[in-house]
């Protein structure tokens, strides 16, 4: 009664944590893990060094290693990490360096726009917040660009103590196959109901711990495929595990539909300590939001990989780009290459690479040099003809949303090239200077 039309129906209790002493002994259990078994990683190091970043004028370490870790691993980044930190070790030193010299470090990690955001923040700080960085998740969130929900949770837990849970790829998994949630894992209802779980969950006298935690299992243990379930420390709480185990169980009717009784199993016989009684979800009818569609039904093969599950990704655009490495010989008979400068917004913001033109598609490899050919006269004034183009080959690179394809042609220039400098900056470099410059990967590929 006095419920609007059309409001979506709450989760079923099954799949929620209410039981406080379940609460309790999943906490326990994932921290003493963690206790045991933490990876070692240097913004972990840095965060217990200077006592949770007492220093005020310190750059917040997991700030830096949470945002180079987004759609990045671990492994890739820690090399980045730690010339960044020791590059700029302070909010100060951040504040005052160049973009250009923020993109050479970050060349090569991708995504671009994450670093130019951390320096926009530095700046922000420095001038604006009298050098002081917010210490709460929701300020964090507000007043700090490039900070979005999740890394304002890790860095006013991690880094200043607060009770906030955080949601990211470990974490939704993790919870998914803890509690049975079948429904596409990125829609805005589910990742609601997931922080809700994140921060019912989280330690309250350590809640940086138990997020890292929580993460950690995710990337160690409870991973995508082939999870190494026997190891996992709340192995005893995860209800995809159990229905793993025990299949639907027969002295059970109706368990098919989230609305009707679900079924309940004491876990004792499974050796794995306590009685744990696990309330099985299965794939509903019932309106569950939280429960599988009915044409996804669970996939005994699957096991507990059944969970998350996501909508069908959306496929890459398919695009070719025509590219040429002008090359001369400089004063001292080293070769050198001509960089341009990109524009400040969009793509690969700010790098630098060798002059390239989007193609139209289905362009034939004649027409492709043509089209190359006219661009280039038209933007440096040099009599280039099409048939001077040296056709080298392709190169694929795969950004998140885009299938790119660049078609390399070099052309060797005899003399020097002045070009317009109300056009897009530019410049000759050596093979060295280039990769010392901030280029993309894909262009390192073409070079």
Known sequence: ?????????????????????????????????????????????????????????????????????????????????????????????????????????????????????????????????????????????????GVGRYTAGAIASISYGQATGVVDGNVIRVLCRLRCIGADSSSPAVIDQLWDMANALVDRSRPGDFNQALMELGATVC????????????????QARCRKLFGKPAPVPDVEDCGKQPGEIPVVAL????????????????????CPPPTEPWDSSLGVTNFPRKAAKKQPRVERTATCVLERRGCHGTLEYLIVQRPSSGLLAGLWEFPSLLLAQDLQEEKQREVLADHLRAWTGWPVVAGGLRFIGEVVHIFSHIHQTYVVYSLHLDGDLTLDPTLSPSRWVTEQEFHASAVSTAMKKVL
């Open 1 to 145: 009664a006095g419920v609007p039309a059309g409001t979506p129906a709450p989760p079923p209790a099954p799949h929620l944590f209410r039981d406080a002493a379940e609460i309790g002994a999943l906490r326990e259990n994932l921290l003493a893990w963690y206790d045991r078994c933490k990876r070692d990683l240097p913004w972990r190091t840095l965060v217990s060094g200077v006592g949770g970043i007492g220093a005020s004028a310190l750059i917040p370490a997991v700030w830096v290693s949470e945002i180079m870790l987004q759609q990045t691993q671990v492994a890739t980044v820690i090399d980045y990490y730690n010339r960044w930190m020791q590059k700029w070790p302070t909010l100060q030193a951040l504040a005052q360096a160049s973009l250009e010299e923020v993109n050479e470090l970050w060349a090569g990690l991708g995504y671009y726009s994450r670093g130019k955001r951390l320096q926009e923040a530095a700046k922000k700080v420095v001038s604006e917040l009298a050098g002081q960085m917010p210490r709460t998740a929701e300020d964090l969130q507000k007043l700090l660009p």
């Open 223 to 238: 991973v995508p495929k082939a999870p190494l379930c026997g190891e996992c420390p709340v192995k005893q709480h995860c």
């Open 271 to 290: 050796g794995l300590g306590p009685v744990v009684t696990v309330t099985f979800v299965f794939a509903g009818v019932g309106g569950c939001p939280l």
